[in-house]
């Protein structure tokens, strides 16, 4: 089993800049896709930025130049940063990550597993 356990979410003022952490821990071969999603009230949970194993990046237009995702191989960690954030941003940010095990019949498979979240809320 793999969890992924997000950090640093809170309350920021718009403009303002604030960092996600996430930590994936458990049974892990390898890790492909690390990502963030966003889920506002009312609204469907959608992208905000994706890294492959190799770095190659996809950052969703509404924060593109604003906010930054990068991660640690060895540490197996993702990180966001958001900068020049908008009351828009406000959502519970969600850790994603594409994990390769072996099981105890010693196959690899692959499973997509998710953080609980972390509130990110911006507000004067």
């Known amino acids: 089993q793999v969890q992924l356990v997000e950090s640093g979410g809170g309350l920021v003022q718009p403009g303002g800049s604030l960092r996600l952490s996430c930590a994936a821990s458990?049974?892990?071969?390898?890790?492909?896709?690390m990502g963030w999603y966003r889920q506002a009230p009312g609204k469907q949970r959608e992208l905000v930025a994706a890294?492959?194993?190799?770095?190659?990046?996809n950052i969703a237009d509404s924060v593109k130049g604003r906010f930054t995702i990068s991660r640690d191989n060895a540490r197996n960690t993702v990180s966001l940063q958001m900068n020049s954030v908008k009351p828009e941003d406000t959502a519970a940010y969600h850790c994603?990550?594409?994990?390769?095990?072996?099981?105890?019949?010693?196959?690899?498979?692959?499973?997509?597993?998710w953080g609980q979240g972390t509130q990110v809320t911006v507000s004067s």
């Open positions: 890294i492959s194993s190799g770095g190659t990046t």
């Open positions: 458990g049974s892990i071969f390898k890790i492909n896709d």
């Open positions: 994603n990550a594409f994990v390769i095990s072996r099981g105890s019949d010693y196959l690899f498979r692959g499973n997509d597993y």
